[in-house]
């Protein structure tokens, strides 16, 4: 890998680094789903690839838990945040909790994980959904043609952003689709990234 990408994604692993970078698009990042979720009735949530606790703020009504690889945000999450904070790799198939929870929710975790991890993650995430509950996915878009929303995407350290067909085909392997969105963030009339809000059900 080339150096200067390594120490760039080295120094996103810190979560004082992470946290800064992505705070002024935290925001906008959440809307479509909480235009479409009422958070008062999400009595249990999974936040599955949490970072250092990025979403636990807007889920401070419920019962939450979190999980990520990163021992450091899960340590900087735990610090700032009621709930329950584990250390795991998602791509071990015993290490989500066995469970029910009214939102199995990820934030730009998935554009990490390579097909078949995407894949067996979204049959575990269905698995644990509550009666009513369902499933929440936003994640980085691949999109077509050259645009600086395609190279930021390239650039990404998570190496698997994907075109919206692709997504749509691993969200609806095991899930129900119930709404699929695009759409921008980034700065006024300049899209810096298009992202996915996928909601599902379990088949
Ligand atoms: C772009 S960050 C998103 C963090 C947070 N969800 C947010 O909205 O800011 C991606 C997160 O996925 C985590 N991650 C990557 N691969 C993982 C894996 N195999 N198992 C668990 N977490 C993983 C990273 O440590 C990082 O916290």
């Not at 959440?30 to 999974?46: A, E, I, N």
């Not at 969105?181 to 980034?186: I, M, N, R, S, W």
Request: glycine share 8%; charged share 20%; net charge positive.
């Amino acid at each position: 890998m080339n150096p200067l990408r390594k120490v760039a994604d080295r120094l996103l692993e810190m979560p004082i680094v992470y946290g800064t970078l992505q705070a002024p698009f935290a925001g906008n990042k959440l809307k479509p789903f909480l235009q479409r979720v009422d958070l008062s009735t999400v009595r249990r949530v999974l936040d599955v690839g949490c970072g250092p606790g990025t979403n636990a703020r807007a889920f401070a009504g419920s019962d939450y838990v979190g999980i990520d690889i990163n021992a450091d945000y899960i340590a900087t999450a735990s610090a700032r945040f009621k709930g329950r904070f584990v250390v795991g790799d998602v791509a071990d198939e015993t290490v989500l909790p066995n469970e029910k929870f009214d939102c199995v929710f990820a934030n730009s975790l998935m554009h990490h994980l390579p097909d078949d991890v995407t894949s067996s993650l979204l049959a575990r995430m269905a698995r644990l959904v509550a009666p009513g509950g369902g499933v929440h996915v936003l994640d980085l878009v691949l999109p077509d043609g050259l645009s600086p929303a395609r190279a930021l995407a390239r650039l990404d350290r998570g190496r698997h952003a994907r075109p919206i067909a692709e997504w749509r085909r691993l969200f609806t392997q095991h899930l129900e689709e119930r709404h699929l969105e695009v759409y921008p963030l980034g700065l006024p009339g300049i899209p810096l990234w298009w992202m996915v809000y996928f909601h599902g059900v379990p088949k």
